[in-house]
């Protein structure tokens, strides 16, 4: 699979697979085309060569739709939308759909519990919300359909260390309750660990190294590997 | 209203507007069906001439029933007989006395005043928008059928019938060109007449500057009665009458139906070689006029003297007496035609205007939003189309009012639907500006987070990005309505009613006070406007997006 823009390739050649059922973590430098790659597997963005397959069908145009609705995604700034409250941003795909407002209203009370988020604040707009809430909307916001899969691009990138250390525990939690596919995207190995069963390592658009942490520390594919991961550590762990 | 209710999306606003809009395009369609043949030909005509306006089919349709249901709202049904009249007095009141002579007659009959000049007039005569109106035979000799042989009475009658027009007999008196002198001066110097005054060189002329020009005024004046080289001054007509009461000159040209000539105590000195040619009053009327709506303006043959024509004139100009009052007194007088007369009160005519303006600003505002928010997606969509579509309404805006007034004429007639056009067009520019912005500011994580849920297009756009633009939107809108209410007081140049017909009138009878009726409440209805919006915005615009900064 190739993505390019103009004349420049921006990812790819790839070829990866994501496991059912396992958290794989995109990692790697800014700018390496790892958020692009999440963008490929739910079509917001077509490969130029190569092909896609979800559940064993293509990603087309066409089908991008209900594998999207199949699939949720949460990005580094919540995406929320500003002119509507939390109850309703997470609504909106359901309600769109016709699902009874019933339904609709014990699915979002559920969700609220899973991600911590206290109901009160359901019915705040986004502008009245802390970035940590608002992210925890927008999971809920992703989770609403009971998707397959979980798409999160640097979900925590924007929070402050306290916030962000909450949020991770909280949705660890959740996820390991779930027990969904995900595809996380991060710069932050700390972050890599404390979530991923699998790391990719991408550097220029392209898979450096695919493994465990362990593996990476123990048998780098190539010098950048260790770079990348010495870059990383934290002076509290060293 | 909870905010829940309060926060309504834009696409509510809009479904709700459209909703209105069918019911009058549905009550127009039966009026439309009542008023015949005549009427579906001029649907057609809108019909063709919108088809060029762009936009989707539907918005196309809106606009095409919205101006037809304004068209019928505007002028109501047709009446049988429709009486036009010049933008000047004496047409005014001429046109009355045609009017309830008319109406006497038991016909219904509708009088649409001060229409601009002998152009506009003769044009929609032809056209069949009007149906009778006063002209003057000199006019149509010099200036309508230039030309053409119209060689007397008959001449004349026949170059009218080839364009399916009639004229009545003379009505009686002839407003000419003349030279007047204050009647004292006159007496004791003993001037009656023009070869009177050329014996006269030492008589001080001030002479207005276009009838020093005019071929048929002074040098043609001076060759034809032998008059020896004299000074003679240049002078605005109006200010030639204060100089001749004044003293400063002793004789000036003038129409011989001027209010003033009386006003002053002018003697109007005998044209006794014939020099200036008759501009006999009378009706023109189409062939397929109703024979009693005929008859009735046949009465008036011969019957309204230059005197009678003078004093009806200094009544309506200097006494601020209304025309139809006038025209009702020399009905009674003259004919023994009793017509009743409803002058309205002052309040009830502000109440009227108010009610033409207020439909024409809102129905071309109306029409305006349904084409331009549809043409701000493209814009937003479609950059390479949106340059040309901006292009096109930037355009538009730059036309003159009054040149793109009378361009509409000849597709659109007289009367609101010329005047709703040109401000539906433009509305546009700020509506479909204020979209496509309004649109390429919503942020790309959102428009991506909107796609990534599975949303299709037209969902996007309708939950997501016209809700988030629409603050945007609506200041556009807004900017639209206040320009309206200054656009619309020009319609009354053309028929359309509204608060510039009171400015209109005040202009032609130098009456500050009617010019004010006309300019205080459209100022105030701009403002009224202006805090209607404020209203809207607080309904329309949700609520997350008013909120300032997070908590």
Not at chain 1, 137 to 145: E, F, G, P, T
Not at chain 2, 248 to 262: E, F, R, V
Request: hydrophobic share 45%; aromatic share 4%; charged share 25%.
């Amino acid at each position: 699979m190739v993505v390019t823009y103009g004349a420049q390739r921006a990812l790819g050649p790839i070829d990866l697979e994501v496991p059912s059922g396992r958290r794989t973590v995109l990692i790697g430098p800014s700018g390496c085309g790892k958020s692009t790659l999440l963008r490929v597997l739910n079509g917001l963005v077509s490969p130029s060569a190569g092909t896609v397959r979800f559940d064993g069908a293509e990603v087309t145009p066409g089908s991008a739709l209900a594998v999207r609705r199949r699939m949720g995604y949460v990005i580094q700034d919540g995406g929320l939308f500003p002119h509507l409250t939390a109850r309703r941003n997470a609504a909106l795909m359901a309600r769109w759909l016709g699902r009874p407002a019933r339904e609709v209203e014990a699915r979002i009370e559920e969700l609220a519990d899973l991600v911590r988020l206290p109901r009160e604040l359901l019915d705040r707009f986004p502008a009245q919300l802390s970035g940590g809430q608002r992210q925890r909307v927008s999971l809920m916001r992703a989770l609403m359909l009971d998707p397959e899969v979980l798409l999160l691009d640097e979900p925590m990138g924007a929070l402050d260390p306290i916030i962000r250390y909450e949020l991770q525990e909280d949705l660890r939690a959740a996820f390991d309750k779930l027990g969904k596919t995900l595809v996380l995207v991060t710069h932050d190995i700390a972050e890599a660990w404390h979530f991923g069963h699998d790391l990719v390592l991408i550097r220029d658009g392209r898979i450096v190294q695919q493994g465990s942490l362990d593996d990476m520390v123990r048998e780098p594919a190539d010098p950048f590997v260790t770079r990348f991961l010495n870059a990383q550590r934290s002076p509290v762990t060293q | 209203m909870t905010p829940a209710r309060a926060g309504k999306t834009i696409a509510h606003f809009a479904r709700a507007a459209a909703r209105a809009a069918a019911t009058t395009a549905a009550r127009a369609a039966t009026a439309r069906a009542a008023d015949g043949a005549r009427g579906d030909a001029r649907g057609m005509k809108r019909a063709l001439i919108l088809s060029g306006a762009g936009g989707s089919a539907r918005a196309k349709r809106a606009l095409i029933l919205l101006l037809a249901a304004a068209g019928v709202a505007g002028c109501g049904e047709r009446a049988d007989v429709v009486v036009g009249s010049k933008k000047f007095t004496e047409s005014v009141v001429l046109g009355d006395i045609a009017a309830q002579l008319v109406d006497a007659a038991g016909l219904e009959v509708e009088h649409r005043r001060e229409l601009g000049g002998t152009r506009i007039l003769w044009s929609a005569l032809l056209a069949g928008e009007i149906d009778v109106y006063p002209e003057y035979t000199g006019t149509l000799r010099e200036e309508i059928l230039a030309g053409e042989a119209t060689e007397g009475r008959a001449g004349l009658e026949q170059a009218l019938a080839r364009r399916g027009i009639r004229m009545t007999a003379p009505l009686g008196f002839n407003d000419s060109y003349a030279i007047g002198m204050r009647e004292e001066v006159a007496e004791k110097l003993g001037i009656r007449t023009l070869s009177d005054l050329a014996r006269r060189p030492e008589v001080v002329l001030g002479l207005s500057h276009e009838f020093m020009d005019r071929d048929d005024g002074w040098p043609s004046l001076k060759r034809r009665y032998h008059v020896a080289e004299r000074e003679v001054r240049g002078l605005d007509h109006d200010l030639a009458y204060r100089a001749l009461a004044s003293g400063s000159i002793q004789a000036t040209d003038l129409y011989t139906t001027d209010p003033q000539i009386k006003h002053y105590r002018l003697r109007v000195l005998e044209d006794d070689l014939h020099h200036f040619p008759p501009y006999d009053a009378v009706f023109l009327y189409r062939a397929d006029l109703d024979p009693r709506a005929v008859a009735a303006l046949g009465r008036l043959a011969g019957r309204v003297s230059g005197d009678e024509m003078i004093g009806m004139n200094a009544r309506a100009m200097i006494d601020k007496v209304e025309e139809p009052v006038v025209a009702a007194d020399f009905l009674m007088s003259d004919l023994g035609v009793s017509v009743e007369v409803e002058t309205e009160s002052r309040a009830g005519r502000i109440l009227a205007r108010t009610r033409e303006h207020l439909i024409l600003v809102l129905v071309s505002l109306l029409a305006a939003v349904l084409v331009s928010v549809p043409l701000g997606v493209v814009c937003a969509r479609r950059p390479r189309v949106g340059q040309v579509v901006l292009g096109v309404v930037e355009a538009v805006q730059t036309i003159p009012s009054m040149a793109l007034l009378v361009l509409l004429i000849p597709l659109l007639g007289i009367g609101a639907l010329p005047a709703l056009a040109a401000m539906f067009l433009y509305s546009l520019l700020p509506i479909v500006r204020s979209t496509a912005t309004g649109l390429a500011d919503v942020p790309p994580s959102l428009r991506e987070s909107a796609a990534a849920l599975g949303l299709p297009a037209g969902a996007r756009l309708r939950l997501v990005e016209l809700p988030i633009a629409s603050r945007a939107i609506l200041a556009g809108i807004k900017t639209s309505a206040v320009w309206n209410v200054a656009i619309a007081t020009i319609g009354a140049l053309i028929g359309a009613g509204g608060y510039g017909q009171p400015i209109l009138t005040g202009i032609r009878l130098d009456d500050t006070a009617l010019i004010l009726e006309g300019a205080i409440p459209a100022a105030a209805m701009a403002l009224a406007l202006r805090g209607l919006f404020e209203i809207v915005e607080r309904l329309v615009v949700p609520r997350g997006l008013r909120l300032r900064a997070a908590v």
